[in-house]
């Protein structure tokens, strides 16, 4: 059935880089993709972007073009997703899922709360 | 960008009793679409695909309809673990987008 199981919550200062990654098992890792999806506090689900773990296709949402980057680690079935330039609206909790290209969210990671503050 | 508009926003209902949430599509997307359930503290979970798709393990009580532009999502008799928020997503085109959501919240 596949498990995402993320990196641990962060503390970043305004204008800093966060990076978390998202360590998958129990499926074949480059049959998928991985879309990342984020939530403020009290707030709906935004999608961010997919990858592809087989190749380096990947959309982005084009209010994070150019402040993310999504890579995947076939090696260690490991995706991660780098976000630069926080500000203080970018306290959420962020999301990877396992996704086909154009495809359902299955299964979830835990979630990691990014909070950014000076 | 399709745009998914939920309604209501928050729905208030009793144990045993049936809830109706409702998604509507800017624009066509076919059956390209899913619900996803998220209790609090917790990550979200695909409830339906496919507008009628229940996934794995969903039980018989959730059970989606619809085609096109409109969508629901019913739940026949609601239990304690179903009172939650409700999301929709669409697949039919990029960027993939979700509705703002449906609370369910207890009467």
């Known amino acids: 059935q596949g498990q995402l199981v993320q990196s641990g919550a962060e503390v970043k200062k305004p204008g800093a880089s966060v990076k978390v990654s998202c360590k998958a098992s129990g499926y074949t890792f480059v049959a998928y993709g991985i879309t990342w999806v984020r939530q403020a506090p009290g707030q709906g689900l935004e999608w961010m972007g997919w990858?592809?773990?087989?190749?380096?296709?990947?959309k982005y949402a084009q209010k994070f073009q150019g402040r993310l980057t999504m890579t995947t680690d076939s090696s260690t079935t490991t995706a991660y997703m780098e976000l630069t330039t926080l500000t203080s609206d970018d306290t959420a909790v962020y999301y990877c899922?396992?996704?086909?290209?154009?495809?359902?969210?299955?299964?979830w990671g835990q979630g990691t709360l990014v909070t950014v503050s000076s | 960008e399709i745009v998914l508009t939920q309604s209501p926003a928050t729905l208030s209902l009793s144990p045993g009793e049936r809830a109706s949430l409702s998604c509507r599509a800017s624009q066509s997307i076919g059956t390209y679409l899913a619900w996803y359930q998220q209790r609090p503290g917790q990550a979200p979970r695909l409830l339906i695909y496919?507008?009628?798709k229940r996934a794995a393990g969903i039980p018989a009580r959730f059970s989606g309809s619809g085609s096109g532009t409109d969508f629901t999502v019913t739940i026949s008799s609601l239990e304690p673990e179903d009172f939650a928020v409700y999301y929709c997503?669409?697949?039919?085109?990029?960027?993939?987008?979700f509705g703002g959501g449906t609370k369910v919240e207890i009467k």
């Open positions: 496919d507008a009628s």
């Open positions: 997503q669409q697949r039919n085109d990029w960027p993939l987008t």
């Open positions: 990858i592809s773990a087989h190749n380096t296709n990947a």
């Open positions: 899922v396992r996704a086909a290209a154009l495809d359902w969210f299955d299964p």
